[in-house]
């Protein structure tokens, strides 16, 4: 077998075409940071990697000197204000970045270094992004959605959520997602396969724990799992989950008590800029103000930017009807997540495009939709299709106006989509690192490399057995 032939029957596989097919949209408009969040992530990668520490010191350049915790309080030793499981995961990239920068720019352009770096770590986060879209497909079809429904409910979350704004920079919630969805694939799978393969099990725990690992608020996600396990009576399987599941929260206490001299110390303890996250009032927010802006507000709202996903509330109810325990354990997941941040005073994220931290548990609510869509009687009717593919395209087109523009844009705007992202969108100014720094042209290579990435291995082969036809043809036609 040729290579060619080899690189067309690896694309043949659906899961494979659609992976590389998100991945090429999301690294196109990859462009550096966009904020200082990500910052503070890349220089606790840089410590570890350079000084073998997580004191960021000598990297405090890349946190504004805003985003970073300081402990002792006064003592001028820094450290990152984030939890520290993407920056673990930064660690190969920011290897491979370096490379990269020093080998082609040599030691002393570091405007050029440091784009180079930023750029090959946010790369990190839109190739778990990209997985969790195909994690999503493959969840949808143990649950029995057809196949062609699969591909547009993976599809909707990939390009009609915030995660196509969170895949294109280094933010943590797009890899937050990624572990929680696939936490949830691993127990699914376990107990569609009559319970045969102990191995899901043990990696649905990891997943689960080191998501804690990567966005502390994610342990709220454990007693909905936990429920579940207990429903189906799975006592001898829940060490087995608990086991990685504590061993990541071993290690993320081992992490806190080497800083903080104390395991249940966190870096929002100490923050040296921001203090909201510090006070005693900082879940003391009005839960319905919060709740407006979650959900319907102009500057966050996650049904403004998104309002397809308002068919999850029916799809729920389908869900329900096909799988009770299911759908009690994703709709508590996705609830307890909101109301955390329906009373935290910093529940809009700042200047963030959406509601950046619902983000984990948006795939919670795509697959309801999948569910709905997958309903006969409803999917067919003609009124249904309207609004909903009217729905879907505003959502993508709005979603895409952020990803393209700036992912973070500044907080004055109280309506960022209009206000702020869709004028750069008109300006045809794009946050891209192939647009800005080589041609705008290059756009032309995403469709064109979808196109070709996305062509049926037997039209391709058909095409060259013909061309050979042809010179065969012609060769026994010469004298």
């Known amino acids: 077998m040729t290579k060619m032939q080899s690189l067309f029957s690896l694309t043949r596989d659906l899961r494979t075409r659609l992976f590389i097919s998100v991945l090429i ?37 890349w946190t504004g000197w805003a985003d970073y915790s300081e402990y002792p309080p006064g003592s001028r030793n820094y450290y ?3 939890a520290p499981g993407l920056s673990f995961l930064g660690i190969p990239f920011y290897l491979l970045g370096k490379f990269v920068a020093y080998s082609i720019f040599g030691k002393y352009e570091f405007v050029f270094i440091r784009g180079t770096l930023a750029s090959f770590m ?44 969170y895949g294109v920079t280094f933010f943590a919630h797009g890899t937050s997602a990624f572990l929680l969805v696939s936490a949830a694939y691993l127990t699914v799978h376990y107990f569609k396969n009559e319970r045969k393969d102990n191995t899901k099990v043990f990696l649905a725990g990891l997943a689960l724990g080191y998501s804690v690992c990567v966005e502390y608020q994610n342990i709220l996600a454990l007693p909905p799992f936990l429920l579940f396990y207990l429903y189906k009576r799975e006592f001898k399987n829940l060490i087995l989950f608990l086991f990685p599941y504590l061993a990541c929260l071993g290690t993320l206490a081992w992490y806190h008590n080497t ?24 879940f003391s927010y009005p839960l319905q103000l919060a709740l407006r802006g979650l959900l319907f507000g102009t500057s966050h709202g ?7 996903l308002l068919f999850a509330i029916y799809g729920f109810v389908l869900f329900f009807r096909r799988y009770p325990n299911e759908a009690i354990w994703f709709s508590s997941t996705f609830l307890l997540m909101l109301l955390l941040f329906s009373i935290h005073i910093g529940w809009s994220g700042g200047g963030a495009y959406g509601p950046r931290y619902l983000l984990s548990v948006i795939p919670f609510l795509v697959i309801p939709v999948g569910i709905l869509l997958d309903t006969p009687s409803i999917a067919k ?12 395209a505003y959502s993508m087109f709005a979603i895409a106006t952020g990803a393209v523009t700036n992912p973070t844009p500044p907080m004055w705007p109280q309506n960022p989509f209009l206000e702020y992202n869709l004028p750069l969108l008109i300006e045809g100014n794009l946050n891209s690192l192939f647009f800005k720094y080589f041609s705008p042209y290059t756009v032309i290579l995403v469709p064109l490399l979808l196109l070709i990435i ?18 065969n043809a012609f060769r026994k036609a010469l004298p």
């Open 25 to 61: 949209v999301y690294v196109y408009f990859i462009n550096g940071f966009k904020s200082i969040n990500e910052g503070s992530h890349l220089a606790l990668t840089m410590a570890i990697v350079e000084e073998r520490s997580f004191r960021i010191n000598k990297y405090m350049f």
């Open 122 to 165: 946010v790369l990190c986060s839109s190739i778990l992004t990209a997985l969790s879209v195909v994690v999503i497909f493959e969840l949808c079809k143990l649950f029995e959605i057809s196949e062609k429904t699969s591909l547009l409910t993976a599809l909707s979350y990939a390009f009609g959520t915030i995660a196509f704004v």
């Open 80 to 82: 990152s204000d984030k």
């Open 259 to 282: 800083i903080f001299g104390s395991p249940f110390a966190t870096p929002y303890m100490y923050q040296g800029f921001s203090v909201e996250v510090q006070s005693d009032q900082a």
């Open 454 to 471: 996305n062509l049926r291995q037997f039209h391709i082969l058909k095409l060259r057995n013909r061309l050979l036809d042809t010179i």
């Open 302 to 308: 996650k049904f403004y930017l998104s309002p397809y």
């Open 381 to 392: 009717n003609r009124w249904f299709q309207i609004i909903f593919f009217s729905t879907l």
